[in-house]
């Protein structure tokens, strides 16, 4: 960010074209980062359902997380800051996924949560691919075997929602630092 507001405050370029160039180098970096993840790990555990889907949804849990780490980082003054902000959006994202506690059980001002929680809609890509036909299995974990699309789309949109979130957050400190 420091790189991002020197050359800012020069009128060299934005903050969209900062995002767009930011985000071009990124998808293709965690794909094959994803990429050689699954390729070492895939068949060593013994996985059935398809090897591109578990891809893409393991591919759609990192964009979504880069994405929410970007705006702690975009939130924050520095980088020691960003980091110990990071737990605080990271661990919430196990607890709403609802694999430790049923979101049921959650207080109900804190249910809704669980619809921002990247990691929640990309498990449930992940166990739909792996686990088709499981309905006990999918039905415990509140997982429609049909809405894998849904869960895609999701992904997306928290993907494009916390990056633009994060675009925000960074015109907004970039207008303060000129002052």
């Not at 996924?97 to 059980?105: Q, Y």
């Amino acid at each position: 960010r420091p790189v991002f507001l020197r050359e800012h405050t020069g009128n060299m370029y934005g903050t969209l074209p900062y995002f767009l160039s930011k985000t071009v180098v990124e998808l293709p970096l965690l794909v094959v980062q994803m990429l050689l993840m699954w390729c070492m790990t895939y068949w060593s555990m013994g996985l059935h359902g398809s090897f591109f889907l578990h891809l893409f949804g393991s591919w759609l849990i990192a964009v979504s997380g880069a994405s929410a780490g970007l705006i702690a980082a975009c939130f924050v003054r520095d980088a020691k800051q960003a980091m110990e902000v990071a737990p605080g959006i990271l661990v919430p994202q196990v607890l709403f996924a609802g694999f430790f506690v049923k979101t049921a059980s959650l207080p109900a001002f804190m249910r809704g949560l669980q619809y921002v929680c990247c990691l929640k809609w990309g498990m449930n890509i992940l166990m739909v691919n792996e686990f088709p036909g499981e309905l006990g299995l999918l039905k415990a974990n509140d997982v429609e075997e049909d809405d894998l699309a849904v869960y895609c789309l999701v992904m997306g949109v928290i993907f494009l929602g916390f990056r633009l979130v994060a675009a925000v957050l960074l015109t907004r400190r970039a207008r303060a630092f000129y002052t």
